[in-house]
């Protein structure tokens, strides 16, 4: 019922910059929280970075001064620019939201399949 669709991944030199973006589709009635996971090879996922509907937001700290998430709420989709790229950025980045279903108006988290990000040395 609901798409996530993650863009802008690629290879990238230590010290530059990437920009993310995730657009939702499908049966949507509104998004609340969306939010940008990664997960490294041989490594758990973990939080990036989340940003509310009213635009209030969160980073990790290995992050933080670094990257920075948006939203564009008419479009339903996230944003990540990532500045000042390191090599233990790398990782699969995937986005995640938690979207209510216009026919039902329940609530459940969504994820998209990833973009990989390399960052290299």
């Known amino acids: 019922q609901v798409q996530l669709v993650e863009s802008g991944g690629g290879l990238v030199q230590a010290g530059g910059s990437l920009r993310l973006s995730c657009v939702a589709s499908g049966s949507i009635f509104t998004i609340n929280d969306m939010a940008w996971h990664r997960q490294a090879p041989g490594k758990e996922r973990e939080l990036v970075a989340t940003?509310?509907?009213?635009?209030?937001?969160k980073y990790a700290d290995s992050v933080k001064g670094r990257f920075i998430i948006s939203r564009d709420n008419g479009k339903n989709m996230a944003y990540l620019q990532m500045n000042s790229l390191k090599p233990e950025d790398t990782a699969v980045y995937y986005c995640?939201?938690?979207?209510?279903?216009?026919?039902?108006?329940?609530?459940?988290?969504?994820w998209g399949k990833g973009t990989l990000v390399t960052v290299s040395s």
């Open positions: 995640a939201a938690y979207v209510f279903i216009r026919t039902s108006y329940t609530g459940m988290n969504y």
């Open positions: 940003i509310t509907r009213g635009g209030s937001t």
